[in-house]
Nanobody, 122 residues
Framework: VQLQASGGGLVRAGGSLRVSCATSGRTISNYGMGWFRQAPGKERQFVAHISRNVGFTYYADSVKGRFTISRDNAKNTVFLQMDSLKPEDTAVYYC????????????????WGQGTQVTVSS
């Protein structure tokens, strides 16, 4: 099972960016998926989750209304659209397969991608 995150970069505050997570080894329609992020010197934190099948979505309060998680099952890819970006969104963003349990906890995910850097300048 592999996950490859991409699409990170440098953007000004107020701008937008979309990061992608291409997967292989599993059919993502059978799994919930999540995005987490880790800022320098901080612990990794939950960002967004999308459930399998119906695709219910859940967000951290800090990104609600600005970020949108989505999936393309045909391409086995998950996306995170980030709008109205703020400097505090600067972090490495990780995607992961959900295995069960509380969706905002790291231990509920079993396979992780390598991360993609998002930097928001003020």
């Amino acid at each position: 099972v592999q996950l490859q995150a991409s699409g990170g970069g440098l953007v000004r505050a107020g701008g937008s960016l979309r990061v992608s997570c291409a997967t292989s080894g599993r059919t993502i329609s059978n799994y919930g998926m999540g995005w987490f992020r880790q800022a320098p010197g901080k612990e990794r934190q939950f960002v967004a989750h999308i459930s399998r099948n119906v695709g219910f979505t859940y967000y951290a309060d800090s990104v609600k209304g600005r970020f949108t998680i989505s999936r393309d099952n045909a391409k086995n890819t998950v996306f995170l659209q980030m709008d109205s970006l703020k400097p505090e969104d600067t972090a490495v963003y990780y995607c992961a397969f959900y295995r069960g349990g509380t969706y905002y906890r790291e231990e509920s995910y079993d396979y992780w991608g390598q991360g993609t850097q998002v930097t928001v300048s003020s």
